[in-house]
């Protein structure tokens, strides 16, 4: 954090972002044992991630009327989604981005909505506090708030009152150099790299942050892709790995939207601007994928900040329905749900710890997910499977390990059995092998680890009959 210039952990990459976040998180865990710093660490990321669902929920209140039960319901959507829940402590940069991204949005719609005669130094502080912590994660964090300017475009345009007339004044241009200015003061003080010139450094690492690529392959549904993702991607995912009550309440909703648009035209006609503002979010993700050729990979990891404007919809109706729960048609919808809800606990508990890896049963059957998704990205489930793995069988046998990371393995192995592997090459003729289904270039070819290693597999890591990892002999 005081190192100015001195990096002390390189890791890849490092000096193209700014640590904000990562200093505060460091600084947390030193009031704890060396022993704990993980525990610590993975909690600081779950305050985040608690801290921005309240972030979310005042933003949507912001937009909307506030109520307290649909609040309530938005809140525990989003809480209990499988993506978000299964990252919200392991993952230290889209969960740190998906609640700075909350924050920014509700600071500035706040800030809009509520024009001061004087310059508004909360807002100011608040704002590029989160916003440095965003961009100090990634620089991509930027371009979350695409949707958001162009719904205050239109507000300002079509719907004046909404922003009051003292926007465009000497006090707004004065925010907004001070606005800079801290933003760019906090993230050159946690950037140690660019200590040495902080005028061209930031520059030219940004430039270089943008040609940087992330994992190159995807397995979609069973299609292996390389280098380019299908302009549907998010979609696909979010279809396939929602809880079933959050696809049914979509349909439900189109289905009212169909029998009663002219109502829902005349009721909502005076709130274009927030039509329009979810009209775009619901497409952003084509945008994202079509228009700035970015390449997402590991499931909906990179869209973190986007699934709770898509559970909005079926929050608002799911609160729609009991408030009506008098018409028999919206009780047989309720009790529908109901039965869907029970049946997502039961599998939400079951796969437990593995929520990330989450798929309902649009997805098709359990035992076939693993060659049709890469599940477990992240190797999460690497930890179980050698705690458990039969040691003696291996010993002084030619192992080898695809889909994952190695290293990673060899610390388990350490720390369970007290015994470190040397890994062979695939060409040395392996006995077992250790494997993650991933898309991998094995032989100059692109294949799958679960298709290219033929075997018979002794131990598995799996909950509902759905495969994370597993220990092969290989024929």
């Known amino acids: 954090m005081f190192s100015f210039g001195k990096n002390f952990e390189k890791q890849l990459h490092s000096e193209y972002y700014s640590k904000f976040y990562y200093s505060i998180q460091y600084f947390l865990t030193t009031f704890f044992p060396s022993s704990l710093r993980l525990e610590v660490s993975r909690s600081?990321?779950?305050?985040?991630?608690?801290?921005?669902?309240?972030?979310?929920?005042?933003?949507?209140?912001?937009?909307?009327?506030?109520?307290?039960?649909?609040?309530?319901?938005?809140?525990?959507?989003?809480?209990?989604?499988?993506?978000?829940?299964?990252?919200?402590?392991?993952?230290?940069?889209?969960?740190?981005?998906?609640?700075?991204?909350?924050?920014?949005?509700?600071?500035?719609?706040?800030?809009?909505?509520?024009?001061?005669?004087?310059?508004?130094?909360?807002?100011?502080?608040?704002?590029?506090?989160?916003?440095?912590?965003?961009?100090?994660?990634?620089?991509?964090?930027?371009?979350?708030?695409?949707?958001?300017?162009?719904?205050?475009?239109?507000?300002?345009?079509?719907?004046?009152?909404?922003?009051?007339?003292?926007?465009?004044?000497?006090?707004?241009?004065?925010?907004?150099?001070?606005?800079?200015?801290?933003?760019?003061?906090?993230?050159?003080?946690?950037?140690?790299?660019?200590?040495?010139?902080?005028?061209?450094?930031?520059?030219?690492?940004?430039?270089?942050?943008?040609?940087?690529?992330?994992?190159?392959?995807?397995?979609?549904?069973?299609?292996?892709?390389?280098?380019?993702?299908?302009?549907?991607?998010?979609?696909?995912?979010?279809?396939?790995?929602?809880?079933?009550?959050?696809?049914?309440?979509?349909?439900?909703?189109?289905?009212?939207?169909?029998?009663?648009?002219?109502?829902?035209?005349?009721?909502?006609?005076?709130?274009?601007?927030?039509?329009?503002?979810?009209?775009?979010?619901?497409?952003?993700?084509?945008?994202?994928?079509?228009?700035?050729k970015i390449k997402p990979y590991d499931s909906m990891r990179h869209f973190i900040w986007i699934i709770p404007y898509f559970l909005v919809i079926p929050s608002l109706f799911f609160y729609f329905i009991l408030r009506n729960l008098k018409n028999f048609t919206f009780k047989i919808f309720f009790f529908f749900l109901f039965f869907l809800k029970f049946i997502f606990i039961f599998n939400f508990i079951s796969i437990s710890p593995y929520h990330y890896s989450y798929f309902n049963f649009f997805s098709g059957p359990k035992e076939d997910l693993h060659k049709k998704f890469e599940i477990d990205f992240w190797s999460t489930s690497l930890k179980e499977l050698i705690k458990n793995i039969p040691i003696t069988d291996l010993k002084n046998k030619k192992i080898a390990s695809c889909g994952l990371n190695s290293d990673l393995a060899n610390k388990y192995f350490i720390k369970y059995h007290n015994y470190h592997f040397k890994f062979t090459n695939m060409q040395d003729n392996p006995d077992y092998i250790i494997l993650i289904n991933r898309v991998q270039f094995l032989n100059n070819i692109l294949v799958t680890c679960d298709n290219n290693f033929i075997g018979i597999d002794i131990l598995k890591v799996e909950r509902n009959n759905q495969i994370f990892s597993l220990v092969r002999k290989l024929n």
């Open 44 to 292: 600081v990321n779950f305050i985040f991630f608690i801290t921005g669902i309240c972030g979310y929920v005042k933003f949507i209140e912001q937009i909307f009327e506030k109520n307290k039960n649909f609040s309530l319901i938005f809140f525990y959507f989003i809480l209990v989604y499988p993506i978000l829940f299964g990252h919200s402590s392991i993952n230290s940069k889209d969960i740190i981005i998906f609640c700075s991204h909350a924050w920014c949005s509700y600071f500035l719609i706040k800030y809009l909505n509520n024009q001061n005669k004087q310059i508004n130094y909360k807002f100011i502080i608040f704002f590029s506090i989160f916003f440095s912590i965003g961009t100090g994660i990634q620089f991509y964090f930027i371009g979350t708030f695409i949707p958001l300017f162009i719904y205050f475009f239109f507000i300002f345009v079509f719907n004046k009152k909404k922003i009051k007339k003292n926007l465009i004044s000497h006090i707004f241009f004065k925010e907004i150099i001070l606005l800079f200015i801290l933003n760019f003061a906090i993230l050159i003080f946690f950037w140690p790299e660019t200590h040495k010139n902080i005028i061209s450094l930031p520059i030219e690492y940004l430039f270089n942050n943008l040609s940087i690529r992330g994992y190159p392959f995807n397995l979609i549904n069973g299609e292996i892709f390389f280098l380019n993702s299908p302009i549907y991607y998010f979609y696909i995912f979010f279809f396939f790995q929602s809880p079933e009550y959050i696809i049914f309440l979509y349909i439900f909703f189109f289905i009212y939207l169909i029998l009663k648009f002219k109502s829902f035209i005349k009721k909502y006609q005076k709130n274009f601007s927030e039509v329009l503002f979810f009209f775009i979010v619901l497409i952003y993700p084509i945008i994202i994928v079509f228009f700035f």
